[in-house]
């Protein structure tokens, strides 16, 4: 099993490593806004969606209403053109109208600092309510795991697991919990950029020697290659 000592020093060389690229979106709107309600909505958004299109279109929708009492008043079809095109714009029209609709209704129109509430939102899951808890609120105590922060800990031989609710559970077991808030801004930058789903950049990366799947199956297709 992995040692801790060794997890951290990684989180700090993958964490100087991501300095030259941009923070993902989500993270970015958290730090500039402050508003649990705009990380929410631009976290729906961001869903199969890659990070400059939800960019544009939460700068969009956040120019026609950025709280829950305004954008209530638009269409369905308003906030479906503000958004376009994000990936499912139509269903996440509707996700967003119905979320307002709730939080002015049953949380006095604010977003429920609250995990167990979130997840009670129609189109909220594990990924977004930890988001909105890490990033919306700044709270300590929650490890986002989407599809980088799932991938990565998995090539590292960190954990062995299929599901990222199950990864979730083991990082929380791994790692001390003073890395958990900013776990997922520093490994979905590093996902993005250098330990790319397909086609990682393991030959530019800076913890490829502490790496399962740099040893066992980059460097073994590097040999095959060469024969
Ligand atoms: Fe990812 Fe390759 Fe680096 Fe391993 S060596 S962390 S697979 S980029």
Known sequence: MVKEAEIIDIIKKVKKEVQKYENPIVT??????RNPFQVLVSCILSLRTRDETTAKASSRLFALASKPETMIRLSTKQIEKAIYPVGFYKTKARRIKGICKVLLEKYNGKVPDNFDELMKLKGVGRKTANIVMCYGFHKKGYIAVDTHVHRIPNRLGWVKTKKPEQ???????????KY?????????????????????????????????YYRKVYLKKMRKKVK
Do not use: H, M, Y
């Not at 990864?167 to 919990?177: F, H, N, Q, S």
């Not at 776990?183 to 250098?194: A, K, L, M, R, S």
């Open 28 to 33: 970015e709107i958290g730090e500039v806004t």
């Open 180 to 212: 958990w808030k900013d776990f997922n801004d520093i490994f979905v930058t590093f996902g993005q950029n250098v330990c790319k789903p397909v086609g990682p950049k393991c030959n530019s990366c800076p913890v490829s020697k502490n790496c399962e």
């Open 167 to 177: 990864t979730e559970e083991a990082l929380k077991e791994l790692l001390p919990r």
